[in-house]
């Protein structure tokens, strides 16, 4: 048997350990929300864990990628948008609105993370990487739906649980998110596809502001 390619090899490994960390980071996360769910009573949070649950589905599931941008700067916003949500911590005290203002934010956030999460299929992935190009559903309104999904159930839980420390990780997370972004349009900048698609789609994540 032929020796295997010391880069397939790393690869392999990056994709290992990026299924464990994802696994974990939503194991912690899945432990704090529950929590104050069975303390509060308020599904706002849960909704994000609902969220999050596909992540990690469709993480197991996803293909191979043909390009993966593996620079250390798009390391580094990848990880910060996937810690992000799991330090997140339930505020003891009331939201800024009620919870049904929140409950209800979060969930049109959902759909439109769910739509964009199971239009890609298999395409989906976490390092910005070229694993085919989805021009299809809430694609063809914005280039990362998920995305603008993600902003709505954070704006949301920011307003559910106002604690300066969930401010704080919010913005990193949610400005990680949008250089992510950036990074995944620059691998799929060199698919004659999604050059043209780009034509068509304008908006980056927020449609009509970015």
């Given at each position: 048997m032929e020796p295997r390619d010391p880069?397939?090899?790393?690869a392999i490994a990056a994709d290992l350990v990026a299924r464990f960390v994802v696994g974990a980071l939503f194991a912690l996360l899945s432990y704090n929300l529950l929590a104050d769910f069975a303390r509060t009573q308020r599904i706002t949070g849960l909704l994000l864990l609902v969220s999050e649950s596909l992540v990690v589905v469709l993480t197991i599931l996803r293909r191979r990628a043909r390009i993966v941008d593996r620079s250390v700067p798009a390391a580094i916003v990848t990880a910060l948008s996937l810690v992000g949500p799991a330090l997140l911590r339930p505020a003891q005290g009331p939201g800024l609105v009620p919870d049904l203002v929140t409950a209800v934010a979060s969930a049109i956030g959902l759909?439109?993370?769910i739509a964009g999460k199971m239009t890609l299929g298999r395409s989906f992935g976490i390092a910005p990487a070229n694993r085919g190009v989805v021009v299809a559903g809430p694609y063809a309104f914005v280039r990362h739906p998920i995305y603008f999904g993600y902003l709505?159930?954070?704006l949301a839980f920011a307003c559910a649980h106002p604690t300066p420390?969930?401010?704080l990780i919010l913005v990193m997370t949610d400005a990680a998110l949008i250089i992510r972004a950036l990074y995944e349009e620059r691998v799929l900048a060199r698919d004659d596809i999604y050059q043209t698609y780009c034509r068509r789609v304008a908006w980056h994540v927020v449609p009509g502001v970015f």
């Open positions: 880069r397939e090899s790393r759909i439109v993370i709505i159930t954070h420390w969930n401010v």
